[in-house]
């Protein structure tokens, strides 16, 4: 971070940045947002999740001297780093995509996060832009008293805000939405990340992107591995690994987005522990437990201590034999290898200590 700091390196490129950060949808958000600029400008982004004191410096280096936009993801672990690394990129635009209880353990409350998260704003270049979910008071009440002369965009479902999907649905394919009298497409299931679109699609608008160049760019958006992914098993059923991270809200949209899901024999949830949740982690576990139904999930089978807690809550309801709950992936693997046929649908999740990424290959 120094050596970014000492050179001057970043007041010294003309390039528009675009800071991105959340607890979920950073990663989908920044992929949409490049895939989408990539229409019109040279654009330079975040690899993979290297979204840490490291990693943004490193990517800020990383620059070429005639990028036109750069889209810089932005996470932390405690406060103060969001604004340390806003402050060393120098964002145009800062985009917030939602706030979750990750960090709960470090940060003791969702307030707390709201307000580490809005440090984004702190290292803004004159006529910064905050783009942020107004479906979350705690963002809409920060923005408003920590930042009352800024601009800001509002993105989310209530009628006052600037960015309102109309009608919205699925296919095996992905998701499309209506928004102002147009049609988008994303190649991503789960109707949670329209709100990413739209996140997107905010930012995009700001640095002149017309319509038609949005959604074509929406449309072929490659987003980083783990978040979604749709894989086909060679024994025909379909795998969706979104083992990347989770937590309480990535995990009931994860959900969701199975229980949505058409085209397919039964659904199997496989859920691993949710970590960082502090002291009401059994009790986050349990909640998901409660969201299961085994008419619109069949079969759920949990991995790790605390997934356990899901596997207890879901055994109240499902018939016997429908739900197991084991420590290793190893053993989940075997299970689900007992039960799978080639019609069904197997959705992995998990935070990403669990490494339950390596269960899909094991299942592919």
Same mark, same amino acid.
């Given at each position: 971070?120094?050596?970014?700091?000492?050179? $001057?390196?970043?007041?010294?490129?003309?390039?528009?940045?675009?800071?991105?950060?959340?607890?979920?949808?950073?990663?989908?958000?920044?992929?949409?947002?490049? %895939?989408?600029?990539?229409?019109?400008?040279?654009?330079?982004?975040?690899?993979?999740?290297?979204? %840490?004191? #490291?990693?943004?410096?490193?990517?800020?280096?990383?620059?070429?001297? /005639?990028? /036109?936009?750069?889209? #810089?993801?932005? $996470?932390?672990?405690?406060?103060?780093? =969001?604004?340390?690394?806003?402050?060393?990129?120098?964002?145009?635009?800062?985009?917030?995509?939602?706030?979750?209880?990750?960090?709960?353990?470090?940060?003791?409350?969702?307030?707390? #996060?709201?307000?580490?998260?809005?440090?984004?704003? /702190?290292?803004?270049?004159?006529?910064?832009?905050?783009?942020?979910n107004?479906?979350?008071?705690?963002l809409?009440?920060?923005?408003?008293?920590?930042?009352?002369?800024?601009? &800001?965009?509002?993105f989310?479902?209530?009628?006052?805000?600037?960015?309102?999907?109309?009608?919205?649905? /699925?296919?095996?394919?992905? &998701?499309?939405?209506?928004?102002?009298?147009?049609?988008?497409?994303?190649?991503?299931?789960?109707?949670?990340?329209?709100?990413?679109?739209?996140?997107?699609?905010?930012?995009?608008?700001l640095?002149?992107?017309?319509?038609?160049? =949005?959604?074509?760019?929406?449309?072929?958006?490659?987003?980083?591995?783990?978040?979604?992914?749709?894989?086909?098993?060679?024994?025909?059923?379909?795998?969706?690994?979104d083992?990347?991270?989770?937590?309480?809200?990535?995990?009931?949209a994860?959900?969701?987005?199975?229980?949505?899901?058409?085209?397919?024999?039964?659904? #199997?949830?496989?859920?691993?522990?949710?970590?960082?949740?502090?002291?009401?982690?059994?009790?986050?576990?349990?909640?998901?437990?409660?969201?299961?139904?085994?008419?619109?999930?069949?079969?759920?089978? &949990?991995?790790?201590?605390?997934?356990?807690?899901?596997?207890?809550?879901?055994?109240?309801?499902?018939?016997?034999?429908?739900?197991a709950?084991?420590?290793?992936?190893?053993?989940?693997?075997?299970?689900?290898?007992?039960?799978?046929?080639?019609?069904?649908?197997?959705?992995?999740?998990?935070?990403?200590?669990m490494?339950?990424?390596?269960?899909?290959?094991?299942?592919?």
């Amino acid at each position: 971070m120094m050596g970014v700091q000492r050179h $001057g390196y970043r007041s010294e490129l003309p390039a528009k940045v675009i800071g991105v950060t959340g607890s979920n949808g950073k990663t989908t958000t920044k992929d949409m947002i490049e %895939s989408i600029l990539g229409t019109m400008y040279k654009v330079h982004k975040t690899k993979g999740n290297l979204n %840490s004191q #490291i990693g943004v410096p490193l990517t800020l280096l990383d620059m070429e001297p /005639d990028t /036109d936009v750069a889209v #810089i993801e932005m $996470g932390m672990s405690e406060r103060g780093q =969001i604004g340390r690394l806003s402050r060393l990129a120098q964002p145009d635009i800062a985009v917030i995509t939602m706030i979750g209880v990750s960090h709960l353990s470090t940060l003791g409350s969702r307030e707390a #996060i709201a307000e580490a998260k809005l440090e984004i704003a /702190d290292g803004f270049r004159e006529g910064g832009v905050l783009v942020y979910n107004g479906d979350e008071r705690l963002l809409v009440e920060g923005a408003s008293n920590r930042l009352p002369l800024l601009r &800001t965009v509002r993105f989310g479902t209530d009628a006052s805000h600037d960015l309102v999907p109309g009608e919205v649905g /699925d296919d095996p394919g992905g &998701t499309w939405f209506k928004l102002d009298n147009a049609s988008y497409r994303i190649p991503l299931l789960g109707r949670h990340n329209v709100n990413n679109a739209l996140a997107a699609i905010a930012a995009a608008r700001l640095l002149g992107i017309p319509k038609k160049l =949005i959604a074509a760019g929406l449309q072929v958006a490659k987003v980083t591995g783990m978040r979604m992914e749709v894989l086909h098993s060679s024994l025909g059923y379909t795998i969706i690994n979104d083992a990347w991270n989770a937590s309480p809200v990535s995990m009931k949209a994860a959900i969701e987005t199975l229980e949505q899901l058409g085209g397919c024999g039964n659904k #199997i949830m496989a859920a691993g522990d949710m970590l960082e949740l502090g002291d009401r982690a059994a009790e986050f576990h349990r909640e998901i437990g409660r969201m299961l139904n085994p008419e619109r999930i069949q079969y759920v089978v &949990t991995i790790g201590e605390l997934g356990g807690e899901i596997a207890k809550e879901a055994a109240k309801v499902y018939p016997p034999g429908h739900v197991a709950a084991f420590r290793s992936r190893e053993e989940a693997v075997r299970w689900i290898r007992e039960i799978v046929k080639p019609s069904d649908a197997v959705l992995l999740k998990a935070s990403r200590g669990m490494g339950l990424e390596k269960a899909a290959d094991a299942l592919m």
